[in-house]
Nanobody, 122 residues
């Protein structure tokens, strides 16, 4: 499956932004989906995941209560709604897909989008 992430941009602290991840070809309902991010000089880290069937979600502690992952099967799109953005949220955000398990580790995500830059700065 080929993934395309979009929706990044430059925003101010406290602003909101919604990222989208779409697939050309295969339906995303076959995959558990995740969002990851990589800040400058840091390793890529998990942000959020959503179960392919029951829609269960989980989040990194750093974004819990501010970010929401969701999906539209009709649009074959996964979203990451980001509220109350902070400068430390600045990173390249990647969507990824796995069939391994809902709690798959990062290395078990075999399909990745190209990343979209989110910059939070005043």
């Amino acid at each position: 499956v080929q993934l395309q992430a979009s929706g990044g941009g430059l925003v101010q602290p406290g602003d909101s932004l919604t990222l989208s991840c779409t697939s050309s070809g295969r339906t995303l309902t076959n995959y558990h989906m995740g969002w990851f991010r990589q800040a400058p000089g840091k390793e890529r880290e998990f942000v959020a995941r959503i179960h392919r069937s029951n829609g269960a979600t989980s989040y990194a502690d750093s974004v819990k209560g501010r970010f929401t992952i969701s999906k539209s099967n009709m649009k074959n799109t996964v979203y990451l709604q980001m509220n109350n953005l902070k400068p430390e949220d600045t990173a390249v955000y990647y969507c990824a897909a796995t069939t391994v398990t809902y709690y798959a580790a990062e290395q078990e995500y075999y399909h990745w989008g190209q990343g979209t830059q989110v910059t939070v700065s005043s």
